[in-house]
């Protein structure tokens, strides 16, 4: 018995319609290549926008790669065009030979496939992304009615292709999707984060990329397997309670021959001025955000990865580029907008429209910018005028004098003391994660613990102290793979990471301190659940500039298990170290550098000491962290002094 038809994948007029008003949020579900059935025949229906093109064909294994008799009709006057090709089938390989204005025969890959070769070939391949049995609809539940801004989120971000690799004698060594989740699952877990965070997955030709330079927006890398066996990684992931954060790069995109430059012959997705459409700094396109289906493409691309992968966010990469029509261009190189500013008035139009439909339409993911300028208001409600709405921004600025002052010899420390004070004078100005991510690894800027000072013991004993401090600090938490156990070697996409390392005392013992931190941070409301209002942080003493000493609370919502940390950023022991505290109550230590000798529990004295009407003593040793729980229903507001 033939088949009923199968209408649902089928371009329609309204289709081309909102597609042309950049309003279609489920585009992929009719654009690139599915499976369909017509007349009772079952084959696969194309669809592609490509409005200059004098003629288009559909080749591939279906029809031996011959163009004759698969010539594409035009959809309406909007440039969509579509074939139905029977007896077509998932598994084959095709692309779009596209005649040009200028009669020129290109053969382009599918902007909308849903799977693609593995490079340095560049087909699509026809899939099927229906019938996979998700197990995780109480996690995504769970997700939509959660308070991203209240919640633990602790980051560890991750390149799958070089986390770990098989030494089964292939070139690459690369982990399947199946192969990694239950590895990286149990040891994200275990080392008490919350989220894993995957450099780009997203298809691309240069592994040197890591995955920024994109020809494939809707197919995951094939360098680890099929579309389904990337939906098994996040539902594996989610059985685990481990939320999985993707990185999404709608700034620019690769000129490979194959992918989406001059798609149709002109300038289509990229701006057609190169002084906008040309990244100088990366050699890349710039896409054209004035244009509704370039808008619509990047829109329903990121909500595509929450719709059918069930991803928990995207960190969008590169935003500042986005924003500043003079990024990375040089006086002459680039086009004010309308008011002379260089501001990219259509960019941010976009990132508004992108993070006002994902947060209506799926709750449960949040967007995270890496945004490395002052730019005002990046993270808020993105219904809120000039907010472009992203739940959270990148930290960059906290980065940046963070390790400029980790990496001064102690003695110098004193006369940079402001560094890491500074960042509290902002920190509820945007709801900020604090990263150290791969960029501050790689590019000969050494490791984090190359970053440290002084000898083999002290660069251990300072990486901690860096750790608890970025514990303490307000904000959630990422940090790169391999630097929770001092990796000493940059991080290198062509290796993977140093295991063997573990064997070695102090890069297990730092491995274990990290995991503390990671679940101190989770235990502790404190911790997380004020991390974007000033009452839930207060500093004890902020300018102890002699002694490099940092004393500060985290508060809690209900005042119960709040925090007390003392950090001394020198290689001097400072016994018996004077501290003021906020109560008269139990001081009880639960996280120390020297658990075994420090106080398990202080004494409250009476008498003023930094602006606080009690203190208590606390044995700093070098490099020494103290990190002390109390409860107390009422606190002392500290005295300016």
Request: hydrophobic share 35%; charged share 25%.
């Amino acid at each position: 018995m033939a088949k009923k038809d199968s209408t649902d994948v089928f371009m329609t007029e309204l289709d081309a319609y909102l597609f042309g008003e950049g309003t279609h949020y489920e585009i992929y579900n009719k654009m690139g290549a599915h499976k369909a059935v017509k007349d009772g025949q079952e084959g696969v229906y194309f669809a592609v926008w490509a409005p200059h093109a004098k003629d288009i064909f559909v080749v591939g294994d279906f029809n031996d790669w011959k163009a004759y008799g698969y010539d594409m009709k035009p959809v309406s006057d909007g440039g969509i065009y579509e074939l139905f090709i029977p007896g077509a089938k998932v598994g084959q390989m095709y692309k779009f030979l596209i005649v040009t204005p200028q009669g020129e025969a290109i053969y382009k890959a599918d902007p909308y496939a849903n799977e693609a070769q593995l490079r340095p070939d560049n087909a699509s391949i026809i899939t099927d992304l229906t019938g996979f049995h998700w197990t995780d609809k109480s996690w995504v539940e769970k997700k939509k009615k959660e308070n991203h801004l209240e919640s633990p989120m602790a980051i560890y971000e991750c390149h799958l292709g070089s986390w770990k690799k098989k030494e089964d004698g292939t070139e690459d060594g690369f982990m399947n999707y199946r192969e990694i989740a239950p590895e990286l699952a149990d040891y994200v877990k275990d080392m008490g984060y919350t989220h894993v965070e995957l450099m780009g997955i997203a298809e691309y030709p240069f592994d040197g990329s890591w995955g920024y330079q994109v020809t494939g927006y809707y197919a995951p890398t094939k360098r680890y397997g099929t579309p389904k066996d990337f939906m098994y990684f996040v539902d594996y992931m989610h059985s685990k309670g481990i939320g999985v954060i993707l990185d999404w790069v709608p700034a620019h995109f690769p000129k490979d021959a194959f992918g989406l430059a001059e798609f149709d012959g002109q300038c289509l997705y990229e701006y057609a001025d190169s002084r906008k459409g040309e990244h100088p700094d990366w050699g890349t396109k710039v896409f054209d955000y004035s244009k509704n289906e370039v808008s619509n493409f990047l829109i329903a691309n990121g909500m595509y990865w929450v719709d059918k992968f069930h991803v928990d966010g995207l960190r969008v990469d590169a935003v500042a580029s986005m924003l500043y029509l003079d990024y990375g261009r040089t006086e002459g190189n680039w086009i004010p907008n309308k008011y002379g500013g260089n501001g990219n008035l259509e960019a941010m139009s976009f990132l508004k429209h992108f993070n006002s439909m994902m947060r209506k339409r799926f709750p449960q993911a949040v967007t995270i910018a890496e945004e490395s300028t002052a730019w005002p208001m990046v993270s808020g409600d993105p219904d809120n005028g000039e907010c472009l709405g992203f739940t959270f921004k990148w930290n960059m600025g906290w980065m940046h004098d963070f390790l400029e002052y980790m990496k001064l010899d102690p003695y110098f420390r004193k006369f940079n003391h402001s560094k890491m004070t500074f960042s509290l004078m902002y920190a509820y100005s945007e709801h900020f994660v604090l990263v150290l991510s791969h960029d501050e690894v790689v590019h000969l800027k050494c490791s984090m613990l190359g970053k440290m000072p002084g000898d083999r013991e002290s660069k251990f004993a300072n990486l901690k102290l860096a750790y608890a401090y970025m514990c303490g600090h307000p904000g959630k938490k990422l940090l790169f793979m391999g630097q929770e156990f001092a990796q000493w070697n940059e991080w290198s996409e062509e290796r993977a990471l140093d295991w063997y390392l573990l064997d070695d005392p102090s890069h297990k013992e730092m491995q274990q301190f990290t995991k503390k931190c990671m679940k101190l941070y989770s235990s502790y409301p404190c911790l997380y659940a004020t991390d974007y209002k000033p009452e839930g942080f207060a500093w004890i003493n902020a300018n102890d500039v002699d002694n490099s000493v940092y004393s500060f609370i985290r508060i809690s919502p209900d005042g119960k298990k709040n925090l007390l940390f003392v950090l001394n950023f020198t290689p001097v022991a400072r016994k018996q170290f004077r501290v003021g505290v906020p109560a008269d109550c139990k001081y009880r230590l639960v996280l120390g550098s020297h658990e075994k000798i420090q106080a398990k529990q202080l004494t409250v004295d009476k008498g003023d000491c930094d602006g606080y009407s009690h203190s208590v003593l606390v044995d700093l040793p070098e490099y020494g962290i103290a990190v002390y729980e109390f409860t107390a229903k009422q606190l002392e507001n500290k005295t300016r002094i």
